[in-house]
């Protein structure tokens, strides 16, 4: 691209005698506008935002759920009324040999992780149940993870409540 000084020179110098505006425009024409004919052309831009069909996932509210006889550490639970839900989980047997305590989790997203839940509960190993008296009401879930030095380790599966 040419500096607009130099245009600004070509102006001053040469058109300074000259009172044909045509000459001036075909000037600006053949400097700004013209081009190389072996300049490649870009390709042309595509959109950032381009809509994407998302099916909406099927919403389900589970009251109670039994856990399948699995050999990880699998989450159960039931929603009492008042707030409470009675919550309960299995561990395999290679798990609980290194297992220092558990986390319950709960939050308003699938999945709550330490960084994410809302809040939590911590048990000691010996526990696998818990009664616990929430401060929310809906749609709420649940994990449990095992505690090995106050760190989460190993994530149960979500279970969704609807807290009343």
């Known amino acids: 691209m040419i500096p607009v000084y130099t245009f600004y020179l070509f102006n001053l110098v040469f058109m300074k005698h000259v009172k044909n505006y045509s000459v001036l425009g075909a000037t600006a024409l053949l400097f700004l ?3 190389c004919a072996n300049t490649p052309v870009q390709p042309e831009a595509k959109p950032v935002n381009e809509a994407v069909p998302v099916s909406a996932p099927a919403v389900s509210v589970e009251t109670t759920i039994t856990a399948p006889a699995t050999n990880e ?3 159960t639970g039931e929603a009492k009324g008042n707030m409470l839900v009675h919550l309960s989980f299995t561990t395999p047997a290679e798990m609980d040999k ?3 305590g558990f986390r319950l989790l709960m939050g308003r997203e699938e999945n709550p992780t330490p960084q994410t839940a809302t809040d939590w509960y911590d048990l000691g190993s010996a526990h696998r149940s818990k ?3 929430v401060n929310a009401i809906g749609s709420r879930h649940f994990r449990v993870c095992t505690l090995i030095k106050n760190q989460c380790q190993t994530f149960s599966n979500n279970l969704e409540l609807d807290v009343k």
């Open 73 to 75: 550490l699998s989450l």
């Open 98 to 100: 290194d297992v220092q």
């Open 131 to 133: 009664d616990w008296t």
């Open 33 to 35: 506008g013209a081009g």
